[in-house]
């Protein structure tokens, strides 16, 4: 079994920041990719940012000079800096991890979402 804890969200003003935190738990070998996506009302759920094993993360155009993934390996837990917060950055974000169990498998995980929300 693996778990993802996500912690940080809130209501911010537009131009504020948040810090969202990731912390992944079970057995875990390896984790192959771990970052966030969000989903806005009425919209897909998006990648927002994501490590997947190589150097440099991925990030979706839109957040690009504003938002920072990052990892703590040690720990298993990923982070995401929000800055310039901007109205259409409200979303639920969610984190996801693709993960290598102690037991042999590949598995997909999703946490249980944080709600971000951008307005004055």
């Known amino acids: 079994q693996v778990q993802l804890v996500e912690s940080g969200g809130g209501l911010v003003q537009p131009g504020g920041s948040l810090r969202l935190s990731c912390a992944a738990s079970?057995?875990?070998?390896?984790?192959?990719?771990m970052g966030w996506y969000r989903q806005a009302p009425g919209k897909e759920r998006e990648l927002v940012a994501e490590f997947t094993g190589g150097t440099n993360p991925n990030y979706a155009d839109s957040v690009k000079g504003r938002f920072t993934v990052s990892r703590d390996s040690a720990k298993n837990t990923a982070y995401l800096q929000m800055n310039s917060l901007k109205p259409e950055d409200t979303a639920v974000y969610y984190c996801n991890a693709r993960v290598l169990t102690l037991t042999g498998w590949n598995r997909e995980v999703w946490g249980q979402g944080t709600l971000v929300t951008v307005s004055a």
């Open positions: 079970g057995s875990i070998l390896k984790i192959n990719a």
